[in-house]
Nanobody
Framework: VQLQASGGGSVQAGSSLRLSCKTS????????VGWFRQFPGKEREFVAG????????RYQDSVKGRFTISRDNVQKIVTLQMDLLKSEDTAVYYC?????????????????WGQGTQVTVSS
């Protein structure tokens, strides 16, 4: 069971990045997938999440209107499109899969985690 996150990088404020979370090893049908981020010295925080097949979507208030989460259930990829990036979006981003199809904001509700990908936004 693996989740592989990719797509991070260093960009200027106002730019866009697209993060991808590739799942493998088992089917993630009926499992919610979420994106979280972690600032240095802080706990991981919920950014966005999506249920299967995508009817339920939740966002953190600070990213609403700028970030878009989507999932390709055939390719088993969950994408986080990040537009209008701000310096305060700088963090390590993680994708995670829950054992249920409920889009929780709590990291403890997610069982499988990918490695982090660094996003750095300079102003």
């Amino acid at each position: 069971v693996q989740l592989q996150a990719s797509g991070g990088g260093s960009v200027q404020a106002g730019s866009s990045l697209r993060l991808s979370c590739k799942t493998s090893g088992r089917s993630f049908s009926n499992n919610a997938v979420g994106w979280f981020r972690q600032f240095p010295g802080k706990e991981r925080e919920f950014v966005a999440g999506i249920s299967w097949p995508g009817r339920s979507i939740r966002y953190q208030d600070s990213v609403k209107g700028r970030f878009t989460i989507s999932r390709d259930n055939v390719q088993k990829i969950v994408t986080l499109q990040m537009d209008l990036l701000k310096s305060e979006d700088t963090a390590v981003y993680y994708c995670a899969a829950s054992l249920s199809n409920y889009v929780s904001r709590q990291p403890d509700e997610y069982y499988y985690w990918g490695q982090g990908t660094q996003v750095t936004v300079s102003s």
